[in-house]
């Protein structure tokens, strides 16, 4: 049997979960969806614009989280809007993302491609939240492998670092590959990557973090469950709710 590698394995699942979700009437003409980054998040992006292209979907209204998805889509003819947008009104009926980390509990890490902040801002404004990933970010706890991303505002950064290494956490300023100095999101502002030498409770982590000033917003995502697609090496995909 030919073992998937990890780019198959994306852009199967990407595909299943869309035509999935279509299937089960969580996809429909004439939703507000958001989109989210990162490499599984963009072959779904494909998916869905081939749906539309192939006339099964009509007058989807996006929401990306980033330059790169908004970019992505509209190079895929997908109509891009605003959450403030009037048509939208600030609520979506779906959004559809990646994660770097997926507990037991569909807890998520995100925030690997440091667009965390507008991330959750999508996602927890949507009535229903799904994620694709790759058999890799299934995991068995959070904190202690990939790093959680913190957003940052850069006059605190010092502060910061400070209050999170009271509550466990190594933390390494994030800083760019072919540019100088650190990551600038698409907000402007830093990011903190940070482990801990057990696992943490993320619940309790994302309430934690999010009270420190200049915290702008922590990669721990618990407040809405999503339903979780990953596949597997030997071409599965499974559906965790």
């Not at 980390?101 to 799904?130: C, F, H, M």
């Not at 010092?158 to 209050?163: E, G, Q, V, Y």
Request: aromatic content about 4%; overall charge negative.
């Amino acid at each position: 049997m030919k073992m998937l590698s990890q780019n198959e394995q994306k852009i199967l699942v990407a595909n299943t979960a869309i035509d999935t979700l279509i299937e089960e009437k969580k996809i429909f003409s004439g939703m507000k969806i958001g989109l989210g980054t990162g490499s599984t998040a963009l072959p779904a992006v494909k998916r869905l614009a081939e749906r539309i292209a192939d006339g099964t979907l009509t007058d989807i209204e996006a929401v990306p989280t980033s330059f790169q998805t908004a970019n992505y889509c509209q190079d895929l003819d997908i109509p891009v809007y605003s959450l403030n947008h009037r048509s939208i009104g600030g609520h979506l009926d779906l959004t559809i993302d990646g994660a770097d980390a997926i507990d037991p509990q569909n807890n998520l890490i995100k925030g690997g491609g440091a667009a965390l902040l507008r991330e959750k801002i999508v996602a927890y404004n949507s009535t229903n939240y799904a994620i694709v990933a790759d058999g890799t970010k299934i995991v068995p706890n959070l904190g202690t492998k990939f790093p959680l991303p913190v957003e940052i505002i850069a006059e605190a950064r010092a502060s910061i670092i400070t209050a999170l290494e009271r509550l466990g956490a190594t933390c390494t300023l994030r800083e760019g590959v072919r540019k100088c100095g650190p990551v600038i999101t698409d907000c402007g502002n830093q990011i903190l990557d940070c482990l801990w030498q057990i696992p943490v409770d993320p619940v309790k982590m994302e309430d934690a973090i999010n009270s420190i000033p200049g915290v702008v917003e922590t990669g721990f995502f618990t407040k809405h469950r999503p339903v979780v697609f990953f596949s597997t090496e030997d071409g599965k995909v499974e559906m965790r709710r």
